[in-house]
């Protein structure tokens, strides 16, 4: 397949379905769903009260869905093609999770209520620590070195989550580890997209900088560095600009694994193997499966709300273990 | 019905109720809703234990009572240790740790939860035959069950809704206290509304489309801050507020069913008057 031909007509079908996505989260929800929905939440509710739950309610969490997705999906593509590994992804190697860590001490120790900026600050220096702990222990490692490395990691961070939320006095702060774990972005508002997203489009430009230099990375380290490549500039970039972008989500939505795995993988086949092209699809197409599991939690009606992480996990997981077993053939071959 | 029901309360009370002689003499209660009835039927000497949450003024209403006395956390090694010829128990309990005292031969009496006034008087009876009956709490029982009775339901249509909402979803449909108790009190309930029994997790746009007249929203926990506190101040939410009464019912009064949660009636009759 001719891939040059296909890669912006590509990233418009792309924009586009997260155009209607992002519509379509709008119109989905407890209070009514779809056009008749909302016609009979328009004609039984005040008008005031219709709008707040779009511009309160609704919107906020159609801008997360799409933030956080493109944010983990970026995250995802620069990581993979930075450790030249394919099973990299920010929750696989535990910078979720860390990230996580950082935001339940700056929540539950009360810090986050007298300065709200420590609570996306914390997460980000939370990934910041594990991310760069993982690229010293595992960086130039094996696939396996970097996976088990990041196993420990997020157990270790996910343990630590769970130590502060039960030693709270506050009796819900135990039930919420599950929403750290797991992940949602159910009545998130304004404010926290005011928190979030101008750290997540700085992390964007910091990963966006590092693209050309990862197209020259791939041909190996020391082409790249013969090439004239700043090791150390794209290491900072890379670095920085995951713990920054993968940070903000997780503070305001906890972990949602396998979106940064998935997404990649599903993109490179339509655009090919090198990054600085990878990366803006890989962007949009995580915006995508994220809105689009957000509206899956809302549709499907077990009585109480699904978690998103859930949902990328029944999704991600298996195709995980797809992965893994492909690997395994390719390096039988 | 009534009349089965009282006769069957009569040979449960004959059947169970212990001679003075051979009462338990070192109680220990590991749950929050048990300290608080023990609490009001047995001696202060013949309790040797309560649970940890017996001093947490959030969870039960208890106060001083605990003071001097060893507070346990439930676990059967140091249920044990206090040499207990009754541990007092609800069905919240840690299942494994219930089964091995039983299995030690350990006598447990698990009360259920209470879900009614009804049941809050059911298992101050049962506990009152299992520790042994005195005048002071054949009194207390019988005032209690006179005070339940007497409150009736004002019942002029349609009733106004009430809701009681934890920032974080939880909310509690049908077949639970806090509903029962806003039943009592002449409102109509979420779960009646949404049609649900038992808790659940309602998001805020089901909350601001149903547009109670009345709400609680719990305890803010500002001193232990998680996301509950925080989703306290969600715009949405304060919206609603300017728009619905709002009321506090302390946690303790109805978290458990005792005879305090009288006084978590009588708040939201009061409201359901000013409204």
Known sequence: MDNNKYYLPLLAVLTLLALLLFITSLMVGSAGTGFSGMRAM???????????????????????GFTIGASLG?????????????????????????????AVIAIYTGLSLVMPLALPLMAIGGSFIVI???????????????????????????????????????????????????????????????????????????????????????????TAVSLGVNLSRIRFLVISGTAISVGACTAIAGVIGFVGLIVPHLMRPLVGHQPSRLLPASALAGACLLLCADIMVRLVNIGTELKLGVVTALIGGPFFLLLILRLKVSHRA | MLAAYCSSLFLLGFATTVLASDRPQRIVSINVCTDQLVALLVERERIISLSHLARDPNSSWLGPFSDGLPLNHGTAEEVIALRPDLIVTAPFGFRPT???????????LELPIAKSFHDISENLQLLANA??????????????????????????????????????????????????????????????????????????????IIEPELIELGNPWNDAPALVSEAMWHPALQELL??????????????????????????LQRARRDL
């Open chain 1, 132 to 222: 760069f702990l993982i690229q010293t222990i595992a960086g130039t490692g094996s696939v396996a070195t970097l996976i088990l490395a990041g196993v420990a990691i997020s157990s270790l961070c996910g343990a630590l989550t769970s130590l502060v939320l039960n030693l709270s006095e506050n009796p819900f702060a135990s039930l919420e580890i599950v929403f750290w774990l797991l992940g949602s972005i159910t009545d998130r508002s304004m404010s926290h997209v005011w928190l979030s997203t101008p750290f997540m489009i700085i992390g964007w430009f910091l990963l966006a900088a590092s693209a050309r230099s990862l197209d020259v990375l791939s041909l190996g380290e020391e």
């Open chain 1, 74 to 102: 970026l995250a995802g593509a620069t990581l993979q093609g930075y450790l030249r590994n394919p099973l990299a992804e920010p929750g696989v190697i535990g910078v979720s999770t860390a990230a996580a860590l950082g």
């Open chain 1, 42 to 64: 328009f004609d039984q509710v005040d008008p005031e009260i219709f709008s707040l739950i779009i511009r309160e309610i609704r919107l906020p969490r159609a801008i997360l």
């Open chain 2, 98 to 108: 219930i089964s091995i005292l039983k299995n030690l031969g350990y006598t447990v």
């Open chain 2, 131 to 208: 520790v042994g009956e005195n005048k002071e709490t054949k009194a207390l029982i019988r005032h209690f069950n006179e005070a339940v009775t007497v409150e009736t339901v004002s019942s002029d249509l349609p009733l106004p809704l009430f809701v009681s909402y934890e920032a974080s979803g939880w909310t509690m449909g049908n077949n639970s206290l806090p509903n029962n108790i806003a039943q009592r009190a002449g409102f109509e309930t979420i779960g009646d509304r949404l049609g649900f029994s038992g808790g659940r997790k309602i998001d805020l746009e089901k909350l601001l």
């Open chain 2, 242 to 267: 300017k728009r619905t009464k709002l009321i506090n019912i302390p946690d303790s009064l109805w978290l458990c069913g005792s005879p305090k949660t009288l006084e978590a009636l009588r708040i």
